[in-house]
């Protein structure tokens, strides 16, 4: 597996638990049983998904956010930006480990661009 697909996984990893997250605390519909999100939820998991596999910059960037090129339809950059501002900082208590390997990857890309 080469490194960029490695990286990809990850990223979409965090941010369907990013979602994940939102989706439990904010929507009636989220299944604890089963762990199946709302339908909204799953559209846009499924659509950062689908957008994380043709980006062809994965082996530049880390995240979205430190993209140059944003590829998200204007109305799923709004529901993603509300979910990571409501699940960014909560992400430390429900994933630490993957809350903070985001947050030393942001940083250090940020300070690559400068």
């Known amino acids: 597996m080469k490194a960029a697909d490695k990286k990809r996984e990850k990223e979409q990893r965090v941010v369907e638990e ?3 997250l939102y989706c439990r605390k904010n929507h009636a519909e989220y299944d604890s049983k089963s762990g199946q999100m709302c339908p909204s939820c799953q559209e846009l998991s499924d659509y950062a998904k689908l957008r ?3 980006c062809p910059f994965m082996e530049k960037k880390t995240f979205c956010s430190n993209c140059k090129v944003h590829c998200y ?18 992400m430390l ?3 630490p480990a993957l ?3 985001h947050v030393v990857c942001s940083v250090r890309e940020k300070k690559k661009q400068k």
Do not use: N, T
């Not at 339809?73 to 909560?90: A, D, L, N, T, W």
């Open 18 to 20: 990013m979602i994940r």
């Open 52 to 54: 994380s596999e043709k």
């Open 73 to 90: 339809k204007p109305e799923m950059r709004e529901k993603i930006r509300q979910v990571m501002r409501f699940s960014g900082p909560r």
């Open 93 to 95: 208590l429900y994933h």
């Open 99 to 101: 809350a903070v390997w």
